[in-house]
């Protein structure tokens, strides 16, 4: 065994556990998804406050540029969830049975 070859075997047995997966204690998807929708709402309810203190001339315009930019973002990201999980659905009522 060359030394090469043992600075390899080394190298490779310190970075194994890096590659492992780890065993922390991650949420289900069902929280997930739950935060997700959560955040969304947030987001919506947070911009719809701004809209209305810009109406009345208490919020800073660019505040409600930028909420409504973050408002479109998450619909449009809820869009294509939505969009994805249909194309899924109808690829699950297209497989033979």
């Known amino acids: ?3 090469k070859s043992l600075f390899a075997s080394q190298g490779y ?13 991650q949420p289900n998807v069902g929280e997930s998804f739950s935060n997700t929708l959560k955040d969304f709402s947030t987001t919506l309810a947070e911009s719809e406050s701004i ?6 001339g208490d919020a800073d315009p660019h505040a409600l540029v930028q909420a409504l930019a973050q408002t479109e973002l998450a619909v449009e990201a ?15 009522l297209r497989m033979p049975v």
């Open 51 to 56: 809209a209305k203190a810009a109406m009345t």
């Open 78 to 92: 809820a869009v294509t969830v939505r969009n994805k999980v249909v194309e899924a659905y109808q690829e699950i």
């Open 13 to 25: 047995a310190a970075s194994k556990p890096v590659t492992e997966p780890s065993e922390i204690a």
């Open 1 to 3: 065994m060359d030394v």
